[in-house]
């Protein structure tokens, strides 16, 4: 059994009956909605034209917010529609990133992520959801996709019908008839800071993706004139937990090439790197637990286990690490040195927790710019430059040895860091919306931030300042060198919160 | 079988609620409403069953009045929620956003639930507690007074959405002998009523969508309007059965977004296009020549206008292709701005559609322009010319498709006449002239004694609300007003009286609307009360079950006029009481089972039968069902024949045809058969009205083009001038009751002025900068939405929004309203001025702290001029307007009017009007209908 919706645009009248209904039913809080209807027009008057699309979640069969949950709160039950138990939800909104479609949002009276269930309680007793039966138009169709008999089944089988992103993968349940294709595609709309008939929200799509330059060009191109608001999900503190565990993953991983290939053994090495290591890696799991809108309930993740989440992974791979970190610790205190399989199991935690990240983010299906094949290798060396960094100036200041070294391992890190991130921005785009993304960040509202502190501060001034430091000794040079490492830490908070910004400004409905 | 799953729609309604064969059901099965077990959302994935008792009642949004069903939780007798009610036979289980937003109005944390009397000076703001039966005693005391003393036109009721729909509110004034209803229909409908009724007598249409061939709207009755639900679903029924639509509008409305051709039409220049497709089928032949030769009046035209022509039906017919030659399709595109071969491809359409021809006007044109009701006549020529009228897929007579069940005793029409609603200038107005009421008051036409305001905000609906608010604060020219509502307004807060009365599930009401070509009666009931009874308790009156739910004091109206009545004639002297007694138990108070009771046993054809097979009382029946269908498949109502005994008994005038016994006419003779005909003077629809050429309006005799008052030619764009169509619905709200509903709200909070992006260039702005519209009396300023959905010289403001209050926690929905400061700057000057937007709140709903939009909108109204059509009565909506920027000091929100001016200008469209007496006297035709009809001889100025 495989419980799907079809929506008949042809009937459909844009009336909101289904968005007033469902929120009656579900007790939906004002400001968030389970389903809604978005309003396009196009076309010059008298040639002008207004359509509508019936959004929602698409209960998908390949459903990315069931896989990324880590605490399976969001799951497929056995009829195909995609659940949700608010009880074990920790609030992480990686479920809003997984989904393509919008679908999810935080309720504001549980803080826990909600969506359209299929009115399941309803759907247990015999009845349609409320959406279905309060359509004056009959334009829901609800029904069992597997049962050829059903009306939904003659419909998929006889009416041409659209799904939503099919490239996704997600294998979407929800079909619509008579559909207008651009509103489908939410990137190539324009639209205004207002609404036919309500405002706008100020947290709505901050920034105008493409459309500045794009379609509005178009006389007649279409438009949006009446949406709901769907603001980012992440904001500064998902930056600064990719920034903390820069410096958490890259403290050990310097430190183990500095052991294992250049043999230095020093203060730095022995006890800096672990305890950065420590702290960082602890500032990282506070930062990520106060991003949770459900703080209280941070050990679900060790409780409530998704296996396929990598959250849950990313949990076990930072308490690996923070292990790792105090075994280094440990060694260097209490048999003096760091055994070299310990620095490289180190490492390769360091990579780990790096790495993982990259993982995650490809879970989060909707956000196309995150899903860079490069992006892996950029949080690797992203730990790179913010482990040398730090190492450099607790070196510095603690009058290490080895700051050579790190010297030219920061250099080095960051020619490689900002060539991923031009391969990032420059390579030909995998999609539009990737596209999208790019420009906003090179060309768009978040250019300046990005050329300016990213690029100048965060790789230009650091080279700089190192190439002149390079000739230099005594303390000037150590200033310039601590300088160049606050720069480069800087310019790399500063991508960060591009990077998390600029995935999430590609409207996903 | 199976009632989903199967492609055909429900029809009439769900006989059968069960699920098909593996699928889903729509609605609990009916024999298990009593006690129904659902999971609680709240608790889902837990299963934890509620038992709910469900009842049905009917929504009170709009005038559709769709069915409800109300779950009420046995447990804590709380309302959890409103779906639609599956057995009733016009909304067939389903609703628009507003029926189930009525949850939002039930449990609106700012709703009103005690009553309050007005402490400080009237609109001072200053309130205090009163028991009812103060009030009670206050205002029987004064209506008792002004009827002894004969001012019994000192007593006006005046109501916008009735709630008693049918002859029951009717019943009780007539039954204090007084003519004094007052109704909001002349801002309203009172222009198309008037078109239709000069066609077939009854003032509605009643289109058959679900069959239609082709569908033309002059209309948005795809996301709004009467009877928006019911129509919606017929409407795309017959779409996706193929049926062709055309939507006659001069904004892209949903509406016209979904049809196959929409016309967008310079406001008031519909007549000529409507008039160039009869014509188009006149010269194709393509109309129905039987039907029209059977039913029209031609013989009596060509007799009175034509005497010299031969009396067939030949010369009648080349007679209208000489009077239609004008209207040619290149006249129609010049008037109107359409592209003539638009208009000849629609004339197409209709020919093909023949007799299924479903049309409709309702406000629209009807209700924007000076000579609207002629947009409604031409349209209804186009129908009667295809044979429509009536006829399957057709357009058939209102009337036909309403059932109104007989009250016990109904009091006789009243001997009087209120001249302050029908006053002499306005013979043929549809209805009352309910938004001249202060200019009448103000020029000494006289004084209320009592003043009722039910469901009605005229400050804020009417035309020229600041002349509302300098009458309503004279205490000498309204003694005392009451304010009968659920909820603050502008008009209550210059109430001396604020009585609560309840939302749709907190009344009793009998509602029949023609929704489709069938007759069916809706039963609203205050479902708390039902739902209590149900459980064994017994209570005497509504307001003791609110009192035990927690509803304060609030009452119904049927117990609030009963009450007021036997207080207005305790001991029976005025003949007034014996109407409010039992027709069971002689001489006691009547209750609402006692009315409701009767009523269902004796005035429901059908009905008691139906209730015995269930072994049920009518009134248990309409209890448990909330509806029933009294006839379906009603067409062509006009042919029944009279039967032999009305033929014997009645006359025949020969050279008419007209049937009558006793003066009171009964049919028509056609081809020597006898049928019951249209109610018009001829029994025949009228092409041709004697009325209007004997009462002054000659030139209108016959359907025919008026220039309105904002024709293209009136408007000089090159100085800044523009036409502002400032009467448009939105999907999700209705008027000022809607301000309530939170989930209503959140969706549309703003009304900005649609403005073409060639006059946004023109005027150097862009969707979001202010404007400054300014009309004859005063000026408004909004914010810009350019969109290509308008017409080039035209900007367009939605009338729902721009709520206002002048306290900030009392007086006004927080959710919906801005707080503002109003000033009188000079005499009749006013300047209002926003001090701040919707606000996040603290209440009893944690929502309200929720609220993220700020926007209550602009209140427009305020600065229209008071415009009657001198034959309709109709306030004609549409404004010339200046459009320019903003001065420096003026922001958002910001009004100003002139009451001076709106003084002159109601002078001067006074001065248009042929006033009674017409012919014998007469203030009104006596054949043309009129609400709460008075007594013949009231009819004639002594």
Redesign the interface.
């Known amino acids: 059994m495989r419980y799907g919706f079809v929506i008949d645009q ?2 459909c ?5 289904c ?3 469902c ?5 939906v ?3 968030v909605f389970r389903t809604w209807v978005k309003y396009i ?1 196009k ?4 040639d ?5 699309a019936v959004l929602r979640c698409n209960h998908c069969d390949n459903a990315p917010c069931v896989e990324i949950c880590p605490t399976t709160a969001l799951f497929r039950r056995p009829d195909g529609i995609v ?3 608010n ?1 074990r939800c920790i609030g992480c909104k990686s479920c809003m990133q997984a989904c393509p479609y919008d679908a999810l949002y935080i309720d ?2 549980s803080n826990t992520a909600a969506k359209c ?1 299929y ?10 959801p ?1 959406c ?8 829901i169709i ?3 996709l597997d ?1 050829p008999t ?2 939904i089944s003659r419909t998929v089988t006889a009416q041409k019908v659209t799904a939503r992103k099919p490239h996704k993968g997600t294998r979407p349940k929800l079909f619509y008839v008579g559909v207008d294709g651009d509103l489908l595609e939410p990137a190539t709309l324009t639209s ?8 706008r ?1 100020p947290d709505d799509d901050t920034y105008e993706v493409g459309a500045s330059n794009g379609a509005a060009a178009i006389p ?1 191109g279409a438009r949006v ?1 009446y949406d709901v ?1 769907h603001p980012a999900p992440w904001g500064g503190k998902a930056a600064l937990y990719l920034w903390t565990k820069s410096i958490s993953a890259g403290a050990l991983m310097v430190a183990a090439m500095l052991t294992t290939l250049l043999g230095v053994d020093d203060l730095t090495t022995n006890i800096v790197s672990p305890l950065a290591a420590l702290i960082f890696t602890g500032l990282t799991s506070l930062i990520l637990i106060a991003d949770l809108k459900r703080p209280d309930r941070f050990y679900y993740l060790l409780t409530k286990p998704n296996f396929s989440s990598w959250l849950v992974w990313g949990c076990y791979i930072l308490m690996a690490y923070s292990a790792a970190a105090t075994a280094w610790l440990g060694c260097a205190i209490f048999i003096l040195r760091v055994p070299t399989m310990l620095a490289v199991i180190s490492a390769v935690l360091g990579i780990a927790t790096a790495g993982y990240t990259a993982f995650l983010f490809a879970q989060a299906k909707g956000r196309e710019l995150w899903q860079s094949s490069l992006f892996l290798w950029h949080l690797i060396v992203q730990a790179l430059i913010a482990g040398s960094a730090l190492l450099m100036i607790v070196g510095i200041i603690i009058g290490a040895a080895s700051i050579s070294y790190l010297a030219a391992m920061l250099a080095a890190s960051i020619v490689l860091g900002f060539a991923m991130v031009l391969g990032e921005l420059y390579l030909p785009a995998i999609s539009e919306d990737v596209r999208r993304a790019a420009e906003l960040i090179t060309g768009g509202a978040l250019s300046r931030r990005f050329w300016g502190l990213s690029t100048i501060v965060g790789v230009v001034i650091p080279l700089a300042l190192l190439w002149i430091a390079s000739a230099e000794t005594g303390t000037d040079g150590a200033i310039l060198r601590v300088i160049a490492a606050l720069a480069a830490l800087g310019g790399l908070a500063a991508f960060e919160s591009i990077w998390i910004e600029a995935g999430q400004a590609v409207p996903l409905s | 079988m199976a009632q ?4 055909s ?1 429900l029809s009439p309604a769900a006989r059968n609620l069960d ?1 098909p064969a ?7 099965p009916s024999d298990r409403w009593s006690d129904w ?6 608790e ?4 934890v069953g509620r038992h709910y008792t469900l009842v049905p009642t009917i929504c009170f949004n709009c005038e559709a009045g769709c069915g409800l069903l109300a779950y009420v939780d046995r447990e804590s007798m709380r309302i959890r ?4 009610n599956p057995l009733h036979p016009g909304s067939r ?9 009525t ?1 939002n109005q039930v449990n609106d944390p700012e709703r009103i639930l005690y009553p309050m009397r007005r402490a400080g000076r009237r609109g001072e703001g200053r309130w205090e507690r009163v028991t009812w039966d103060a009030a009670l005693d206050d205002i029987a005391g004064r209506i008792r007074r002004a009827l002894v003393e004969d001012r019994r036109n000192e007593i006006v009721y005046h109501v916008g959405r009735p709630g008693h729909e049918l002859v029951y509110n009717q019943r009780v004034l007539h039954a204090w002998g007084i003519d004094g209803h007052n109704s909001h229909t002349n801002v309203c409908s009172a222009g198309a009523r008037t078109g239709y009724a000069f066609w077939h007598g009854a003032d509605r249409p009643s289109p058959d969508h679900a069959n239609a061939r082709f569908i033309l709207l002059l209309s948005s009755h ?2 709004a309007g009467h009877y ?2 019911p129509h ?2 017929r409407i ?2 017959a ?2 059965r193929g049926a062709k639509v055309c939507v006659i509008d001069t904004r ?1 409305s ?2 016209a ?2 049809a196959d051709y ?1 016309l ?1 039409t310079w406001p008031g220049s519909e007549a000529a296009v409507l008039l160039a497709i009869c014509r188009l089928v006149l010269e194709s032949g393509a109309y129905d020549r039987e039907f029209v030769r059977r039913w029209v009046n031609w013989e009596e035209y060509l007799r009175a206008e034509h005497p010299d022509k031969a009396p067939t039906f030949e010369s009648f017919e080349r007679v209208l292709r000489e009077l239609y030659a004008e209207y040619t399709p290149e006249f129609a595109a010049r008037e109107s701005g ?2 003539a071969a638009t208009i000849v491809e629609v004339a197409r359409e209709v020919g093909r559609a023949g007799s299924a021809l479903a049309t409709h006007v309702w406000r629209n044109a009807a209700a924007g322009n000076l000579g609207g009701w002629q947009v409604a006549r031409a349209l209804e020529f186009l129908a009667v010319l295809m044979g429509a009228i009536g006829a399957p897929g057709g357009t058939g007579v209102g009337i036909a498709n309403k059932f109104i069940p007989a009250p016990p005793l109904m009091p006789p029409g009243p001997k009087a006449w209120n001249e302050l609603m029908w006053p002499r200038e306005f013979p043929l107005a549809f209805f009352e002239m309910s938004f001249l009421l202060p200019h009448f008051l103000r020029e000494g036409r006289g004084k209320l004694a009592m003043y009722f305001t039910r469901v009605y905000n005229p400050v804020w609906t009417n035309p020229d609300g600041m002349s509302w608010v300098e009458t309503l604060s004279d205490e000498r020219i309204v003694e005392r007003h009451a304010c009968l509502t659920p909820i603050w307004s502008e008009t209550a807060w210059f109430a001396d009286y604020v009585l609560p009365m309840g939302h749709a599930s907190e009344r009793h009401d009998l509602l029949s609307q023609e929704t489709h070509a069938a007759r069916w009666i809706g039963f609203r009931q205050p479902v708390l009360r039902a739902a209590m009874e149900r459980a064994g308790r017994r209570f005497n009156s509504t307001w003791e079950a609110h009192r035990e739910a927690g509803l304060g004091e609030v009452w119904e109206e049927d117990e609030f006029w009963i009450e007021l009545s036997w207080r207005i004639d305790p001991d029976g002297a005025l003949g007034i009481r014996k109407y409010f007694e039992s027709p069971y138990r002689p001489g006691e108070k009547l209750t609402v089972d006692d009315l409701y009771g009767w009523m269902f046993e004796h005035s429901v054809p059908g009905l008691p039968e139906a209730a015995a097979k269930e072994r049920l009382t009518p009134l248990q029946y309409m209890r448990k069902y909330g509806a029933f269908l009294v006839e379906d498949s009603v067409y062509n109502t006009h042919e029944k024949p009279l039967n032999d005994i009305e033929i014997l008994e009645s006359e025949v005038e020969e050279e008419s045809g007209i049937v009558s016994r006793q003066g009171a006419a009964l049919g028509v003779r056609i081809d020597d058969r006898y049928h019951v005909g249209f109610p018009t003077a001829s029994r025949k629809l009228e092409f041709y009205s004697s009325t209007l050429k004997e009462w002054g309006w000659p030139e209108y005799s016959v359907p025919c083009y008026i220039r309105s008052h904002v024709h293209r030619s009136n408007i000089d764009r090159g100085r800044g001038e523009m036409l502002l169509l400032p009467t448009f619905r ?3 709200l209705v008027h000022t009751r809607s301000g309530n509903a ?3 709200t ?7 002025l649609w403005l ?1 992006p060639e006059d946004a260039r023109r005027l150097g702005v862009a ?2 900068n202010l404007l400054r519209v300014t009309t004859e009396i005063g000026y408004f300023v909004d ?1 810009v ?1 350019v ?6 010289g035209v900007i367009a403001c ?1 009338h729902h ?1 721009g709520r206002w209050r002048l306290r900030a926690d009392t007086g006004g929905e927080r959710w919906s309203s801005a707080l503002v400061d109003l000033n009188q700057v000079g005499p009749g000057q006013w300047r209002m001025r926003q001090r701040q937007g919707v606000e996040p709140f603290r209440s009893g709903d ?2 309200s702290e ?6 209550a909108g602009v209140h427009q109204n305020l600065t229209f001029p008071v415009q009657p059509d001198p034959v309709s009565g109709q306030h004609c909506w549409h404004q010339k307007v200046t459009v320019a920027r903003p001065g420096a000091d003026d922001r958002y929100g910001d009004i100003f009017v002139d009451t001076n001016k709106s003084r002159e200008i109601y002078r001067r469209w006074m001065a248009m009007t042929r006033p009674a007496p017409g012919p014998g006297g007469l203030r009104r035709p006596l054949w043309l209908a009129r609400a709460y009809r008075p007594a013949p001889e009231a009819f004639y100025i002594r």
Do not use: M
């Open positions: 042809d009937r009248i844009g009336c909101h009956a968005t007033v209904a929120k009656e039913e579900h007790n809080a004002v400001g027009e076309g010059e008057f008298p002008v034209s207004r359509h509508f659940d949700f138990d009880s504001p009276k269930n009115c399941a309680h309803r759907v247990e007793t015999g009845l349609e409320a279905v039966i309060v359509c004056p138009t009959q334009a609800p029904g069992d049962d059903s009306r205004e800071r207002a609404y036919v008939w309500s405002e929200r007649g004139v608001a | 989903r799953n199967d492609d729609p699920a593996g699928g889903l059901a729509s609605f609990p077990e659902e999971y609680d959302p709240a889902w994935p837990r299963k929620k409103f779906e639609g289980g389903r609703n628009c956003a507003k029926g189930p937003a949850i795809l996301e928006f639900n919606a679903q795309i029924e779409k996706a892209l949903n509406t977004s979904k929409w967008s359409c592209d939105l999907p999700t939170k989930w209503l959140e969706i549309s909070h703003s009304n900005p073409h969707t979001g914010k939405w969109t290509e959905s308008i017409r080039p939605s929004l944690p929502d929720r609220v993220w939009w700020h926007d």
